[in-house]
T-cell receptor, first 110, second 113 residues
Framework: DAKTTQPTSMDCAEGRAANLPCNHS???????VYWYRQIHSQGPQYIIH???NNETNEMASLIITEDRKSSTLILPHATLRDTAVYYC???????????FGTGTRLQVFP | DGGITQSPKYLFRKEGQNVTLSCEQN?????MYWYRQDPGQGLRLIYY???????QKGDIAEGYSVSREKKESFPLTVTSAQKNPTAFYLC????????????FGSGTRLTVV
């Protein structure tokens, strides 16, 4: 079973920041938080991952709370092409399986 | 360019027939995975393979079979024993266990009529 809880759907205006929350209250010390997104009828795309420090790359920022029980993915300036289902996944770095939940459907509108 | 190729993109089969979905990667990745996705659902793991000639069952392996005779290829056979085979099938790979980024193919949509 997925070890994360995400809202089913969210809306965001184009050009604004999209903040996608994720709860992972049972995360263990060696487990990372990964974010992927899936645009309709395509394969998921890796976005970012982190352990306990906040992370930023060219696509997004990941903010992890100090107790690591929740995190937020931030798309700083959402575009229409960011409309997708976003998956928050908790996984040990050296474990084999990537377990997907149902994700958050982000709709970016003009 | 390196990547994962799944073929065909759309596949139609009659009920009771076995069908094999192709997955090829030229990334020199060790591990390969097969996932199934139903409408409005997340991905569920069918089978995975860490090295050639070895593979493990995922969460929903019943009715499916795989082989890993070559590093770059991981075909999935949907057998007649799979009770509800109509779905979107995704193949993925990653370099090794320390690799955080899984690379996914573009998927095969299988419809059984």
């Amino acid at each position: 079973d997925a070890k994360t809880t995400q809202p089913t759907s969210m809306d965001c205006a184009e050009g604004r920041a999209a903040n996608l929350p994720c709860n992972h209250s049972t995360i263990s010390g060696n487990e990372y938080v990964y974010w992927y997104r899936q645009i309709h009828s395509q394969g998921p795309q890796y976005i970012i991952h982190g352990l306990k420090n906040n992370e930023t790359n060219e696509m997004a920022s990941l903010i992890i709370t100090e107790d690591r029980k929740s995190s937020t993915l931030i798309l700083p300036h959402a575009t229409l092409r960011d409309t997708a289902v976003y998956y928050c996944i908790v996984k040990g770095r050296n474990t084999d399986k990537l377990i997907f939940g149902t994700g958050t459907r982000l709709q970016v509108f003009p | 360019d390196g990547g994962i190729t799944q073929s065909p993109k759309y596949l139609f089969r009659k009920e009771g027939q076995n069908v094999t979905l192709s997955c090829e990667q030229n990334l020199n990745h060790d591990a390969m995975y097969w996932y199934r996705q139903d409408p409005g659902q997340g991905l569920r793991l069918i089978y995975y393979s860490q090295i050639v000639n070895d593979f493990q069952k995922g969460d929903i392996a019943e009715g499916y079979s795989v082989s890993r005779e070559k590093k770059e290829s991981f075909p999935l056979t949907v057998t007649s024993a799979q009770k509800n085979p109509t779905a979107f099938y995704l193949c993925a790979s990653r370099l090794d266990r320390a690799d955080y980024g899984y690379t996914f193919g573009s998927g095969t949509r299988l419809t059984v009529v």
